[in-house]
């Protein structure tokens, strides 16, 4: 064996994130269930309230800006305006394409330079060729230009916003905000760089090209696979905030309200009795829409403590089995 080999069989010799990079690609292919065409989505993305379960009454305001938490998952502060269901739906009909590895000769290149544009000697990014068509074939929306344009002003809402990804945890995050220092390391950045398309009829072509960050996710690997079949079946908002996390996390098989809604955008402590009372109907719609879409095979909810502080549990059992890995990237070099 060379001094550049290392022995990977039993996991001797790697650093701490090989270890965990290599357990991130058994989760993704254990996380395959029975999928057709499933959405391939960077997990932050997975696990995020950055999309209200709403489709109306959303900011546009250019001043917009939130800190969507999700405990202990995530932190993404989104400015620009509020975005909603029909902004989740349309990026996860792109995801359900196959994005497309492009690396290029970097003409701004200089060799033994050290600055960022002119070090790297390649330019990688990832893009999806699709049609307005088969879009709107992975939304399951009837195939009209009507809808169309809902989508194409979904992307163009969607490439007005910054997300800042933190790469820490809500506790460190919490910390660091209580202390008044700026939080640790993150990435801002729009989530669709450029969208082009060749006219406004279904089969006219189009091209999304992902920002930096989506790119980086790519790369690394990051990504779970989501079973969109279920995802455009749901009716309930909720339930399209639910469905991505429960079905992206391989190890759960229950999920408590406080994380709900987190998913949902909400306090759930620090909401007043009838809103609470309302948010488990929601819930209760939610998981039954996930079972009516074929997603889930049976929910219950459990108890939790009593009086002001009573919780509530929700288990739940897929209705699809795990199986192989599949493709999540087709790479092509340009």
């Not at 290392?6 to 269930?33: H, W, Y």
């Not at 809808?147 to 995050?173: C, H, I, K, P, W």
């Not at 801002?188 to 189009?206: F, H, M, P, Q, Y």
């Amino acid at each position: 064996m060379s001094g550049n080999q290392r022995d990977v069989s039993d996991g001797k010799n790697l650093t701490e994130d090989e270890i965990k990079r290599l357990e991130r690609f058994k989760r993704a292919r254990e996380n395959c269930r029975g999928r057709q065409n499933p959405a391939i989505v960077p997990s932050r993305l997975a696990r995020t309230s950055a999309f209200a379960p709403r489709k109306k009454n959303l900011s546009n305001d250019a001043d917009f800006q939130r800190v969507y938490v999700v405990r202990p998952h995530t932190v993404v502060q989104v400015s620009g305006r509020e975005l909603g269901s029909q902004h989740r739906d349309a990026l996860y009909a792109i995801f359900r394409v196959r994005a497309r590895r492009i690396s290029e000769t970097n003409p701004h290149h200089i060799p033994g330079s050290a600055g960022s544009l002119t070090s790297a000697a390649k330019v990688v990014y990832y893009l999806t060729d699709t049609t307005w068509r088969d879009l709107l074939l992975a939304t399951g929306r009837t195939l009209h230009v009507n809808n169309l344009g809902t989508l194409l002003r979904s992307f163009e809402e969607m490439r007005s916003v910054s997300f800042r990804v933190y790469q820490g945890d809500f506790d460190a995050y919490e910390a660091a905000m209580t202390n008044g220092r700026l939080p640790g390391a993150g990435f801002s950045d729009n989530l669709i760089n450029r969208i082009e398309w060749s006219g406004i009829t279904l089969d006219a072509k189009v091209t999304v090209r992902y920002g930096e960050w989506v790119k980086d996710m790519f790369e690394a690997r990051s990504l779970v696979s989501l079973n969109g079949e279920v995802y455009f079946k749901l009716r309930s908002d909720y339930a399209k905030s639910f469905w991505p996390f429960i079905d992206s996390q391989n190890g759960y098989s229950y999920v408590d309200v406080a994380t709900l809604a987190d998913l949902a955008g909400r306090d759930y402590s620090a909401e007043p009795t009838e809103k609470r009372r309302k948010f488990l109907e929601d819930i209760r719609q939610a998981m039954d829409d996930m079972v009516s879409a074929g997603g889930l095979a049976s929910w219950r909810r459990e108890d939790i403590g009593s009086g002001r502080k009573k919780g509530y549990r929700y288990h739940y059992v897929h209705a699809l089995e795990r199986q192989g890995a599949l493709d999540l990237l087709r790479t092509q070099e340009g």
